[in-house]
Nanobody, 123 residues
Framework: QVKLVESGGGLVQAGGSLRLSCAAS????????MGWFRQAPGKEREFVAA????????YYADSVKGRFTISRDNAKNTVYLQMNSLKPEDTAVYYC????????????????WGQGTQVTVSS
């Protein structure tokens, strides 16, 4: 059974940084993709970043490009989202997701999700 556990969320001032972690277990993830999505109150879940375990190809939403960096540690089955220059509009619950065959930017193509971690950016 695939299990994803996010951590690292919190409250930070605008311009600050946070690093989110997503620990994955239950499978061999070498051919999987891992995505980060976020959902703010009253808004739909939106794509943030994704990475393929094999090869490390990365994808980013335009709104975070240049500020966020997704990376992975294959030995630890963990994916990270380094978030710099945070803005109040980055405030949301952040979720990690994984699956074998996905369109990396499309939430509907992921079957496995974590419980989410809250990120709040104050102005």
């Amino acid at each position: 059974q695939v299990k994803l556990v996010e951590s690292g969320g919190g409250l930070v001032q605008a311009g600050g940084s946070l690093r989110l972690s997503c620990a994955a277990s239950g499978r061999t993830f070498s051919n999987y993709a891992m995505g980060w999505f976020r959902q703010a109150p009253g808004k739909e879940r939106e794509f943030v970043a994704a990475i393929k375990w094999s090869g490390g190809v990365t994808y980013y939403a335009d709104s975070v490009k240049g500020r966020f960096t997704i990376s992975r540690d294959n030995a630890k089955n963990t994916v990270y989202l380094q978030m710099n220059s945070l803005k109040p509009e980055d405030t949301a619950v952040y979720y990690c997701a994984t699956d074998l065959t996905v369109v990396p930017t499309n939430a509907a193509s992921y079957d496995y999700w974590g419980q989410g971690t809250q990120v709040t950016v104050s102005s």
